[in-house]
């Protein structure tokens, strides 16, 4: 039986910390790096997770650490003498690599009033509700935003500053009836790694949320399922002088391929909703050899068998072209849709959106284009849904996040800590 959905409650009296801890954290540059060998991929993201672990402890959370990969753990006790299922909240402390970290200048715009945003160090940075409908809703809220020059990193320093101040109400609200609450930090989620190193037995969780979604409301229970093609082509070199009839240029026989696939339909500019896509990510090599990597991206792992397929078929036609040369077509699996995992506990799910419930939020239930920390974590045994913490535009110098939707992701937090608690 699952909790009954009650119509309205009364707003949660919060003392937040999430602005300030937010408006802290966007300066501390921890992008993430996709060519780096090492863990994490930039040292320069132990940084923020130093200053979390010294913030728990202080909270009077004694367990918070950090370990050589960069993860921070945490526990806040269990404060009711019944056993219930140990719940996470997690969140990444990178931001990507499309847009610079460095030197974030967070901007707080006061009583939105629904026109465009016009970002000072880069006039021509609009932020504009055309773009970005959600503006719309934000009418009278207080939104912040980046300079200009670089992107905020609310993905997901709203969701590190989310938690962080759901920890601190609790530590500082006994009254608020909870069971035991885990905390976890990654790293390199940005680039894909960010449950690579996580030690489930220390972290000792029965399920999770990610607090790394976007608009008010939003809860999502789907991902893409996603793998990686690399497609090496070893050529014909030769002395391009004394070429003819012997030079099969490996450059260009991987820009053969490239165009041999779709132009206006299966690529991300072409897509929506449910459609998956190829998505060519690099290209690099000589008339020796060129390697193109690509990521694939569906729904379910039989629309990513069907793209793989297509793209095989294509380099099978190009490559009767180079009788001299040869490809070589690698896949690797990346994630896969955790709503094949979270179908088995409904509870997860419904618990959030009841949490949302009492914080006077519609709940939304939504699919995502792309993947979180919780698409892994769910195959390894953590089910572990996405929950919304207030960004927008993530990845870009238009990012931007609302003040009164942060606070509701807090207030979300904390009731679905009790709801767990009452179950």
């Known amino acids: 039986m699952y909790l009954r959905a009650c119509k309205t409650f009364v707003s949660m009296k919060i003392k937040h910390t999430v602005i300030d801890r937010f408006l802290r954290y966007v300066k501390i540059d921890t992008q993430s790096d996709p060519n780096s060998k090492t863990f994490p991929s930039t040292a320069k993201q132990k940084d923020l997770s130093k200053l979390l672990v010294k913030e728990l402890k202080k909270m009077g959370i ?101 938690i962080m101040d759901f920890a601190h109400h609790l530590m500082t609200n006994p009254k608020v009836k909870h069971g035991a609450i885990k905390i976890l930090f ?27 979604g976007e608009r008010l409301g939003s809860l999502e229970d789907e991902t893409f399922s996603a793998d990686g093609v690399t497609i090496t082509i070893h050529g014909v070199s030769q002395h391009p002088g004394y070429a003819k009839g012997k030079l099969e240029n490996a450059v260009k026989v991987a820009a053969y391929n490239l165009t041999s696939l779709p132009m206006n339909e299966l690529s991300p500019e072409t897509t929506e909703g449910r459609e998956g ?12 050899k060129a390697v193109i990597k690509y990521i694939v991206r569906d729904f379910t792992v039989e629309g990513l068998e069907e793209k793989e397929n297509l793209m095989r078929k294509k380099l099978t036609y190009v490559m009767k072209s180079f009788p001299g040369s040869k490809a070589e077509f690698v896949v690797k699996e990346q994630y896969r849709n955790m709503k094949e995992v979270l179908d088995k506990y409904p509870q997860v799910i419904e618990y959030a959106e009841e949490a949302m419930r009492r914080a006077n939020i519609t709940p939304i239930r939504e699919s995502i284009r792309g993947g979180t920390d919780g698409s892994r974590l769910s195959f390894m045994g953590l089910p572990a849904p996405n929950i919304f913490d207030g960004g927008h535009a993530f990845h870009s110098k238009h990012e931007w996040a609302s003040v009164q939707d942060m606070e509701k992701a807090v207030e979300t937090l904390v009731h679905l800590a009790m709801i767990w608690a009452e179950k």
């Open 277 to 288: 896509f190829i998505h060519p990510i690099s290209i690099e090599g000589i008339a020796e």
């Open 62 to 162: 004694e367990d918070a650490e950090m370990d050589k990969y960069g993860y921070v753990y945490a526990t806040i006790p269990s404060n009711i003498k019944k056993k219930v299922p140990v719940i996470c909240f997690c969140a990444h402390v990178d931001t990507a690599p499309d847009a610079s970290g460095t030197n974030v200048k967070p901007i707080i715009h006061k009583n939105y009033d629904g026109g465009d945003i016009v970002l000072p160090d880069d006039n021509t940075q609009i932020i504009s509700p055309e773009a970005y409908p959600d503006l719309k809703n934000q009418i009278g809220n207080d939104i912040i935003t980046a300079g200009g020059k670089t992107l905020l990193g609310a993905d997901d320093k709203a969701g590190v500053a989310e």
């Open 186 to 212: 990654t790293p390199d989620e940005e680039i894909g790694a960010g449950v690579d190193h996580v030690d489930l037995k220390r972290l000792g969780a029965d399920f999770a949320y990610t607090v790394d």
